[in-house]
């Protein structure tokens, strides 16, 4: 049996490709943009992301398992409330989430002018100060999906620790 350590990480991973007519969500603030993400939910790759990066360190199952995309009542829903839901299964195993970091991989939108907003609204559900939360974001320089502008990319990781 291996030691339990009183600091758990985790890596969260999400994909959503574009489509004309919906709207882009990141960590729960819009962005103006002409197209938006693909999804069951509002699609908000950067909320999902971070949500598997807190099951994972939890050592809990991934966010679909929570709330999977064929049930109809996450239709079109704000994945802030998932994330709250998760925060709330974190809790129940005496974790508190220490920090944050993501990265969003787009062509476009630019992402710089929103990462103050985004932060505030992600540490609002994960009552964390915006310096607990890292957010950047980079472009694929032209290549695959993300760089032929097809989707959006983000990587996340969180660390927990145990309470008591
Ligand atoms: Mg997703």
């Known amino acids: 049996m291996g030691v339990e350590s009183t600091f758990r990480i985790g890596l969260g991973y999400d994909f959503h490709a574009f489509e004309e007519g919906r709207e882009l969500v990141l ?8 197209r938006g993400l693909i999804g069951h939910s509002d699609a908000d790759a950067l909320t999902h992301a971070v949500a598997d990066a807190l099951l994972g360190a939890a050592g809990l199952k991934d966010i679909g398992t929570y709330f999977p995309d064929s049930d109809p009542q996450y239709r079109g829903i704000s994945s802030l409330l998932l994330l709250e839901k998760v925060c709330r299964l974190i809790r129940g195993k005496n974790y508190r989430v220490g920090n944050i970091d ?7 939108p630019k992402i710089k002018p929103h990462v103050e907003a985004i932060k505030v609204s992600l540490g609002r559900v994960l009552y964390l100060k915006p310096e607990q939360i890292g957010l950047k974001a980079t472009t694929m320089e032209g290549r695959g999906p993300v760089g032929r502008g097809e989707g959006l990319a983000v990587h996340a990781v969180a660390l927990l620790m145990k309470d008591g």
């Open 27 to 34: 960590g729960g603030v819009r962005i103006p943009y002409d």
């Open 102 to 108: 993501a990265t969003i991989l787009a062509e476009a």
